[in-house]
């Protein structure tokens, strides 16, 4: 079956530029993750959706970070004016179930994203 | 932040020999998880162990965890060219998977 996509793979910003990270769960996963992964680091956490509620954005670095998940499936991450810190790999996984200590999660194969 | 460190930073070994890595952690766990990630098919779980477990096993893979150490080992035994990856261990905060720094290996035939 499908997995988690994201889209699009690579994305080349100039400095100063919004760009917007598309996330697609697996259908019918309630709960939706964001990570940031820098060159040669573990994934940290940015945010968390159970259905369309964020429920924990303690992770996002600045207010120039923005998640979305309207109708609690599709998500969307938005960077705002990006700055060359911001160049890193961002995942997005999503799990079945909403309740503490669930099941695993499933990574799609991020966005590689490059600030110029 | 990062929650752990995994020992070593990376790992060069022959195929068939086995490979262990190690994961420290800071807080209290409900379960720790170990993912493996390559170029080719992204961030993979393999096995979770909960802390009331002390040993698991999933085909060529065991995995112990020591809660009064707060550490955790990844073994892969008869490793192939195919295990080439990072490994990474993660431990849940609520929600969230905080993950340590990983390990390199690198099988060659």
């Known amino acids: 079956g499908a997995g988690v996509s994201q889209s699009p793979r690579y994305k080349v910003a100039k400095r100063g530029q919004d760009v917007a990270l598309r996330c697609d769960p697996i259908?019918?996963?309630?709960?939706l993750f964001w990570y940031q992964q820098a060159l040669g680091q573990g994934p940290e956490f940015l945010t968390y959706f159970q259905n369309e509620a964020q429920l924990d954005k303690s992770g996002l670095p600045s207010d120039r970070f923005f998640a979305e998940r309207p109708e609690g499936s599709v998500s969307t991450l938005k960077i705002q004016r990006t700055q060359q810190e911001d160049s890193a790999v961002y995942l997005c996984a999503s799990s079945p179930g909403g309740r503490v200590g669930s099941s695993e999660q499933y990574f799609g194969p991020g966005t590689r994203l490059t600030v110029t | 932040s990062q929650q752990g460190e995994e020992d070593p930073q990376a790992l060069s070994i022959q195929e068939g020999e086995n490979a262990t890595m190690n994961c420290s952690y800071k807080t209290s766990i409900n379960n720790l998880q170990w993912y493996r990630q390559n170029s080719g098919r992204g961030l993979v779980h393999l096995i979770l162990?909960?802390?009331?477990?002390r040993e698991k096993h999933s085909g060529r893979l065991r995995v112990t965890l020591d809660t009064s150490k707060k550490s955790s080992s990844l073994l892969i035994t008869a490793s192939r060219a195919a295990d080439t990856a990072s490994y990474f261990c993660?431990?849940?905060?609520?929600?969230?998977?905080?993950f340590g720094t990983g390990t390199r290996l690198l099988v060659s035939p």
């Open positions: 993660a431990t849940r905060g609520f929600q969230k998977l905080v």
């Open positions: 162990i909960r802390s009331n477990e």
């Open positions: 259908s019918g996963h309630v709960s």
